[in-house]
């Protein structure tokens, strides 16, 4: 006999999440209330950690060293849904391999076509 969730069952994690979002409002309010409010060139010049500023900032990177990165973080986050996969490999059957088949067939898809717009090669 398959288990009914009422409304009622799901409350304490609605208390949670409410309660978490008041202690970060009241957080956010309370050092914006008690926090300095002294403006002055030295407080807000850039901290370097005691050596003087030199040059502007705000130089341009390449936007190859931000691909790699992001598709580094996708790759990453696909490989993290082979783990719940895995552990329960037995239990899932045929039906769950062929499904992961899919998945890498897709990851593996999606990864050629990196290499072919040479999203990572470095020039």
């Known amino acids: 006999m398959p288990v009914q969730n009422t409304p009622l069952d799901f409350f304490p994690i609605a208390l949670m999440f409410i309660v ?3 202690v970060v409002i009241a957080l956010l309010i309370a050092t914006h209330w008690l926090g300095p409010k002294r403006k002055a060139k030295i407080k807000e010049d850039t901290f370097e ?12 990177f ?13 790759f990453d986050v696909e ?26 067939a897709f990851l593996l898809v999606g990864f050629y076509y990196i290499i072919k717009k040479g999203a990572l090669k470095w020039e």
């Open 62 to 74: 390449s936007v190859k060293y931000f691909l790699v990165a992001i598709l580094f973080v996708l």
């Open 49 to 60: 950690c005691g050596i003087e500023v030199q040059g502007n900032a705000r130089f341009p």
């Open 20 to 22: 978490a979002l008041a």
């Open 79 to 104: 490989v993290i849904f082979m783990y719940p996969w895995a552990v329960n490999f037995k239990q899932l059957g045929l039906t769950g391999f062929v499904e992961m088949l899919t998945f890498v």
